[in-house]
């Protein structure tokens, strides 16, 4: 009987001190008190597909189809470092941004895409963002016209049409700065939220 009194004693040790490294080891709950926000930081950018530079206008009678003002695309693929610093998980509903090349800015574009971030750790979010040549034109007419003067591109669509071959024909070797601006992700823990804001700039500067 002593011999199996001690066995149960010692199996109840053991459950006991499983249970109290369970209870220290747990990771704590989200609170407003302790949920950090988490960091966003842009690692690289990709030219992900390049078409070259050229536009055509309407007045050019295509082989097929209807005549229209186009101009060469560009898919970019931002590459986003996203650090979780809190000792439990965290979910990414959604992130959006403003690109912009040089001092001109060009397209905002975003992610919904939901993903996990284990405590202590950091994944990487790839956005694609896709630049029309002719919406680039008519971006920079309106808001760009006087800093393209400034540039020394000349005004008007001659201007325009200047600094966008300059950066479609520049862009595989990254020739000008591509600014990562007002930048903002969503994040929950449980039923809370937090913002985070970034920006950044490749090549880094």
Known sequence: MRKKSLI?????????????????????????QNFQA?????????VAHYWGWWYFSKKIEPTKGTAGNYGAPLDLAFIFDVNN?????????NLR????????????????EMQWIPAGKTNQLRVHAM????????????????????????AGAGGAFKQLAVWWEGI?????????KEGS?????????????????FPSE
């Open 8 to 32: 149960l004693k010692g199996f109840s040790v053991v459950v006991i001190s499983t249970l109290l490294l369970a209870c220290a080891t747990a990771p704590p709950t989200p609170s407003e």
């Open 97 to 112: 941004f403003t690109v912009a090349f040089e001092e001109f800015d060009l397209n905002t574009v975003g992610s919904a």
């Open 38 to 46: 988490p960091v966003v930081t842009l690692n690289w950018v990709e």
């Open 131 to 154: 630049f029309d040549g002719r919406q680039s034109l008519l971006s920079l007419l309106v808001t760009g016209g006087f800093k393209l003067q400034e540039k020394g591109m000349g």
């Open 185 to 201: 992700a969503v994040f929950n823990a449980d039923d809370l939220m937090v913002v985070t804001s970034f920006s950044g700039t």
């Open 85 to 93: 610093p809190n000792p439990y998980p965290v979910l990414m509903q």
């Open 172 to 180: 595989p070797s990254v020739d000008f700065p591509i600014h990562v």
